[in-house]
């Protein structure tokens, strides 16, 4: 069993900046993160290979950046030039076998979620 640990989230006014974390000890495959918006379903953000392939959602593109630190099994995601929508629940998802994934079914673990609060 992993367990994820986020942090980073927080209140901000557009265009500002953000950057999240996720810790996953002992996972060493693609790592990603989603967002869930009050009332809408859990969307794709972004997700990285162990390789460092990476993969965005087009609502983000150029604006949001993963890395991942493969030495302390750590997933990290700049936000930058923040919108009102982008206000949601932010998860850090890990463990999927494949490329950087876009799929929730393809992660096997789930972090338990930091808010993200846009001001307009």
């Known amino acids: 069993q992993v367990q994820l640990v986020e942090s980073g989230g927080g209140l901000v006014q557009t265009g500002g900046s953000l950057r999240l974390s996720c810790a996953a000890p002992?996972?060493?495959?693609?790592m990603g993160w989603f967002r869930q918006a009050p009332g809408k379903e859990r969307e794709f953000v972004s997700a990285?290979?162990?390789?460092?392939?990476?993969d965005y959602a087009d609502p983000v593109k150029g604006r949001f950046t993963i890395s991942r630190a493969n030495a302390k099994n750590t997933v990290y995601l700049q936000l930058n030039s923040l919108k009102p929508e982008d206000t949601a629940v932010y998860y850090c998802?890990?463990?999927?076998?494949?490329?950087?994934?876009?799929?929730?079914?393809?992660?096997?673990?789930w972090g338990q979620g930091t808010q993200v609060t846009v001001s307009s």
């Open positions: 002992g996972c060493t495959f693609s």
């Open positions: 998802a890990a463990c999927a076998t494949l490329v950087a994934p876009t799929s929730r079914r393809d992660y096997n673990y």
């Open positions: 990285i290979s162990w390789s460092g392939n990476t």
